[in-house]
């Protein structure tokens, strides 16, 4: 009895990572929607051997690997850490009954204060941006489809899903204790990382960025990564999905009027 117990509920968990998998693929093969500046050495090494379509699947490889990788650590831990995904959970047969409402009041709340902070940020620091990384943000200035689909739904998958569990885990095998702490650690860790991931973005543009240019950045991410996780810890993945969705959508509206 234990056995088939444990074999449907592997059964299950195999089924959403697949799921999860497949909806993080749709986020990065969204990323085709959009041309992505590269190095000039680079594109001058790959346009010998490429053609501009081979480049751009090229690219989607490196985000793939680190989909499967952070996959497969949620899947594997986040039962253990007492993280959820209801409503995706319930969609591969878990029994357990999602807050349709809180999820998504929660996420819409989040997104709207996520985005509208991070905008005022945004606007505050923008007198003092040099120009050259200005003119390059503007360049790579993501469609509708890549801020909702690989912005809120694979980059949550990668920084929530995957990084956030994994460090709350850790941070449970260490400390022993499922206390507040684990879960701000694991908010906060995932949030730098994220935001730190953008400084190359900052070196293409400038040579010797500045310091109020890395605050920028560093301050701009880990502010949605911090609303984002908690969102993830207190209502579930999907409400981290939603938050992010309404971030964007929010910045995009703001950003045109």
């Known amino acids: 009895m234990l056995q088939t117990f444990t074999k449907r509920r592997d059964k299950k968990k195999l089924l959403l990572g697949v799921l999860l998998l497949f909806l993080g693929l749709v986020g990065i093969a969204s990323i085709l929607t959009m041309d992505l500046p590269l190095p000039a050495e680079a594109e001058a090494v790959l346009k010998e051997n490429f053609t501009n379509w081979q480049i751009q699947l090229l690219l989607l490889i490196n985000p793939g690997l680190m989909l499967l990788v952070g996959v497969t650590a949620g899947t594997l831990l986040y039962q253990e850490t007492r993280l959820s995904l209801p409503i995706l959970e319930r969609i591969v047969g878990f029994k357990s009954k999602p807050d349709l409402k809180g999820i998504t009041v929660y996420g819409i709340a989040g997104g ?13 620091f923008s007198p003092f941006l040099p120009e050259e990384f200005q003119e390059l943000s503007r360049s790579i200035q993501p469609g509708v489809a890549v801020r909702l689909l690989y912005g809120g739904i694979t980059e949550e998958i990668l920084m929530r899903f995957g990084l956030m569990t994994f460090v709350v885990w850790l941070s449970y095998k ?25 400084f190359p973005i900052a070196y293409q543009a400038v040579e010797q960025p500045s310091l109020t240019l890395l605050g920028y950045i560093l301050l701009g991410n880990t502010l949605g990564g911090i ?15 939603i938050g992010h969705m309404m971030a964007h959508l929010v910045m995009l509206f703001l950003e045109t009027t």
């Open 112 to 124: 709207l204060l996520s985005g509208v902070l991070i905008t005022m940020i945004s606007w505050g």
């Open 174 to 198: 260490i400390l022993k204790n499922r206390g507040s702490q684990i879960y701000w650690t694991g908010i906060l860790v995932a949030a730098l990382i994220f935001a730190i991931a953008h």
């Open 227 to 241: 609303i984002f996780g908690w969102l993830y810890w207190k209502k579930g993945l999907e409400a981290a999905f």
